[in-house]
């Protein structure tokens, strides 16, 4: 027992530090975009595809990645999610060198399909090393790892990749046709350098998962594991609060800026000492030296950066109280935040909707364990199902953008107020059978 305890332990280990990685690469990948922009001379229709291209291939491909891991094993699938990720970086090399935006849609597709992979595997192994009752705990610990390596990539892009001056399309056109030349063949090797070294990284990273002895906790999956799967309720259910819950999430961090700025708040933190020195201490630079948007737009860190300590917390607490308690009443914060910030104005609206990050934080892993409890050697493609619905994030947010633009901003979130009530709904049903 001490033994198997060891092993799943070290396999726990090499779990997380993988969340880490993969969480520090994506928003290291996210930093070259305003250079992929310009090299490719970009429309905002265009670089709007990016985003499409990474939630299609989620939607495209989670199920069948639950398909494959069911016959390979979680091992063998976070070897091909990290060999399919480093493809797609190496792919970028040539799309920047000939700067064919459909091979770079191709590279982030193909990287976007790598994560897939991972996600598909790594979240259900996690689960499944140990015990149930543990399982929300620990995937609420792995993804605080994931959440750390977002929160510290943008520093890290920002200084290696974005540290000197990116040309606006204005100014590229401005130039001579040998300085543009020069120009763009010098941007190509600054998006190549730092793709071929991630790469690099990520075959390493791979190798090691070749070689690291990892416990086999899965044996052969049934054939009808689908049909099986579709008809069960719980699980059924729990994918619709993955699909609401990301939806919900990417909605309200989508349009923050613009909702702070709507409420007039870059002249308020710019009279306030406190507020202003926040911002700029985020910034980096004096207020007036940067737009209003920049202003508040400082102030997103707090949302995004709620998930890394709010998973912390949750790890912990998904270790004493039942999970689905704990879902229910994270549920309830984030609907009282949001009302909150519906009913009044100024830093008090600003702060309740930067709070719900901090309520978001638990909501993925606590679901996803919650609804792939009990189904064993059928979690693979239960982990297809629930990844697939990832998708929300593609859906619901131009959703509550067509409700801003016709009701404005506070009466548009009665659209995440549903999804939270709905998954304030799951956690207390799954309580009730608990």
């Not at 056109?173 to 190509?188: G, I, V």
Request: hydrophobic residues 55%.
């Amino acid at each position: 027992m001490n033994q198997s305890n060891k092993s799943y332990r070290t396999a726990f280990i090499f779990l997380t530090s993988l969340f880490f990685l993969w969480g520090f690469i994506t928003v290291l990948v996210d930093s070259l975009i305003p250079r992929i922009r310009e090299l490719f001379t970009l429309t905002y229709f265009q670089a709007g595809l990016v985003q499409f291209a990474f939630f299609g291939a989620y939607f495209v491909l989670s199920i069948p990645a639950g398909l494959i891991l069911s016959k390979i094993g979680y091992k063998k699938g976070i070897v091909l999610g990290l060999t399919t990720m480093a493809i797609g970086c190496l792919l970028f090399y040539p799309a920047a060198s000939y700067r064919e935006f459909s091979i770079f849609m191709l590279a982030y597709f193909v990287l976007a399909g790598g994560m897939t992979i991972l996600q598909v595997a790594a979240n259900p192994y996690v689960a499944a090393l140990g015990s149930e009752e543990g399982a929300s705990s620990r995937l609420n610990l792995s993804q605080a790892f994931n959440s750390l390596g977002t929160a510290i990539a943008p520093a890290v892009g920002a200084m290696l990749i974005l540290s000197d001056k990116v040309k606006s399309t204005e100014e590229i056109e401005a130039l001579s046709e040998t300085a543009k030349e020069t120009y763009l063949t010098s941007e190509a090797a600054a998006v190549q350098s730092p793709f071929l070294g991630i790469a690099g990284f990520i075959i390493v990273l791979a190798l090691v998962f070749v070689f690291v002895k990892l416990p086999k906790i899965l044996q052969k999956a049934p054939k009808e594991g689908y049909a099986q799967l579709l008809r069960n309720r719980s699980l059924m259910m729990g994918a619709f609060g993955i699909f609401v819950y990301v939806g919900a999430e990417v909605a309200i961090g989508s349009y923050l800026v613009n909702y702070f700025d709507k409420m007039g708040l870059a002249d308020m933190i710019k009279n306030s000492d406190f507020m202003r020195s926040v911002s700029e201490t985020v910034l980096g630079k004096s207020v007036a030296d940067v737009s209003n948007l920049a202003i508040v737009g400082a102030f997103v860190t707090f949302y995004w950066s709620g998930a890394m300590i709010g998973r912390f917390i949750g790890a912990y607490l998904t270790k004493v109280l039942k999970p689905a308690k704990v879902l229910s009443a994270f549920a309830i914060g984030a609907l009282l935040m949001i009302i909150i910030s519906m009913s009044t104005t100024g830093f008090v609206a600003m702060w309740s909707i930067l709070a719900v990050g901090l309520f978001n934080s638990i909501m993925f892993p606590t679901i996803f364990t919650l609804a792939i409890d009990g189904l064993d050697e059928l979690k693979p493609q239960a982990s297809g199902i629930l990844c697939t619905m990832i998708v929300g994030g593609a859906i619901i947010p131009p959703l509550y953008g067509k409700l801003t633009d016709h009701f404005g901003f506070k009466l548009a979130f009665f659209l995440v107020i549903l999804c939270y009530g709905y998954i304030f709904f799951y956690g207390k049903l799954k309580t009730k059978k608990a």
